[in-house]
């Protein structure tokens, strides 16, 4: 097991062993966005569902728009009208049905009406204006399916079907455990020589309150074996996944990785991966484990990779892993590494598309890098890369919002 595992090999384990979460709850529309949906959405209504008018104007026969037309109706949004009296027209807003006989709707700009008679400037066609029933959606349609969480835009979706809850998956409940005796609650005092405060603590809060997990404060866990023992012990009855930052190296400091064989039983342990070597995965009794390295940016970058897949395959969600784009390197891998590399770059537009800038400063300690970043650039083990080079880049936002 002392061999670095590939990222693509580790990844596909960890998807293999996550089991999806079953239980479902219905939801008030309101309460849904950020949630992953439990079930296939079927419309039972066309939207719209009436032929209705895109414009403010006048409904009449395309055949008959030559002629000057009494204006025999007026249909607001909201109202229905009667079937069309043939050489006339209907005064009509935006939104409402079309009255059976017209099929066309002339916008007002391009019609003068006087003294109830309407006349229309230029040619008409057949269905202009009209936006036909079941344009958006037919009844009996999927509109959306089991697996996805639900965006802003979906939620508007499922309204317009008439939906008023919706069912889906309950939130894992994640707890998270800060593993060091130098670390130090941020807002809790001053530091002495030594110590540090806990960032990763709130990056952690932070990444799984973003993909709507419950976030479960496991706090700061000594460095010690009995201590890391029992908090792994009570977090793992608690929560649907445990996880943990520091204590996966080889120091004599680093408890973790022992006592989670102890409890359950690893199933992997160092990846090649920069940063963030020293990743464990594995449980404790049933529930599963995912150990982080402790400097912060191998903290975010190995959620970001492997944890968070992991725990959206679990929560439901069926494309658990963020879109790749292609960009063009602004700097140079001259020396082949063993590792694959998510180096923190910039993306900025450019003439010739998408142009990556590196941070200054790749350190793992350096969170900087992932604050003033908005992508990884992924630069395979044993890749080199020339100027101009192009590079598979994920966006940040598509990790972390
Ligand atoms: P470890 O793997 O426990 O040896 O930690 C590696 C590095 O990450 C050390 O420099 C730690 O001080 C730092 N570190 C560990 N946990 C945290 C944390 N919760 N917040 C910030 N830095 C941490
Ligand atoms: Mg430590």
């Not at 043939?86 to 059976?100: L, M, N, Y």
């Not at 005092?189 to 976030?215: K, P, V």
């Not at 975010?300 to 944890?307: P, Q």
Request: hydrophobic letters at 40%.
């Amino acid at each position: 097991m002392s061999a670095l595992l590939p990222v693509e090999q580790a990844l596909a384990q960890v998807l293999a062993s996550a089991r999806p979460v079953r239980d479902v709850v219905e939801l008030p529309l309101l309460d849904a966005p950020g949630h992953v949906l439990a079930q296939d959405v079927v419309s039972t209504i066309d939207v719209p569902g009436d032929d209705n008018s895109a414009m403010d104007g006048y409904a009449l026969r395309a055949s008959e728009a030559g002629q000057a037309l009494p204006v025999s109706q007026r249909i607001p949004a909201g109202a229905v009208g009667s079937v069309l009296t043939p050489g006339t027209a209907a005064r009509i807003f935006t939104g409402a049905p079309v009255p059976p006989g017209a099929d066309a709707v002339v916008m007002q700009e391009n019609c003068t009406e006087r003294d109830g008679v309407v006349s229309v400037g230029g040619p008409v066609c057949v269905g202009q204006n009209v936006r036909p029933r079941g344009q958006d959606i037919t009844g009996g349609a999927t509109v959306l399916e089991k697996g996805r969480i639900l965006r802003p835009q979906d939620v508007g979706l499922l309204a317009s079907i008439g939906r008023g809850t919706v069912s889906v998956y309950r939130p894992l409940r994640v707890a998270v455990l800060s593993t060091g005796d130098e670390l130090v609650e941020p807002g809790s005092g001053e530091l002495r020589s030594g110590q540090l405060y806990n960032s990763n603590r709130y990056t952690l809060a932070s990444l799984l309150r973003s993909i709507n997990l419950e976030f479960i404060d496991g706090g700061i866990v000594a460095d010690d074996a009995d201590i890391t023992a029992r908090a792994l012990r009570d977090a793992a009855s608690d929560a649907d996944c445990v996880i943990t930052s520091g204590g996966v190296s080889v120091g004599d400091e680093d408890h973790v990785k022992n006592q989670v064989e102890r409890l359950g039983q690893l199933d992997l342990w160092k990846l090649a991966i920069k940063p963030g070597k020293p990743l464990a995965f594995g449980r404790i009794g049933d529930t599963p484990f995912i150990g982080l390295p402790g400097n912060p940016t191998s903290v975010f970058v190995t959620f970001c990779l492997i944890a968070r897949p992991f725990l959206l395959k679990m929560q439901g969600v069926t494309e658990p892993e963020p879109p790749r784009l292609q960009a063009r390197a602004n700097f140079t891998v001259d020396k082949p590494g063993g590792r694959q590399d998510y180096m923190r770059v910039t993306l900025v537009n450019a003439n010739q598309g998408l142009e990556a800038t590196k941070f200054s400063n790749q350190s793992s300690g350096v969170l900087s890098s992932v604050s003033h970043s908005n992508a990884f650039a992924v630069i395979p083990p044993g890749a080199t890369v020339s100027e101009g080079d192009f590079v598979e880049v994920i966006l940040l936002d598509s990790l972390a919002r």
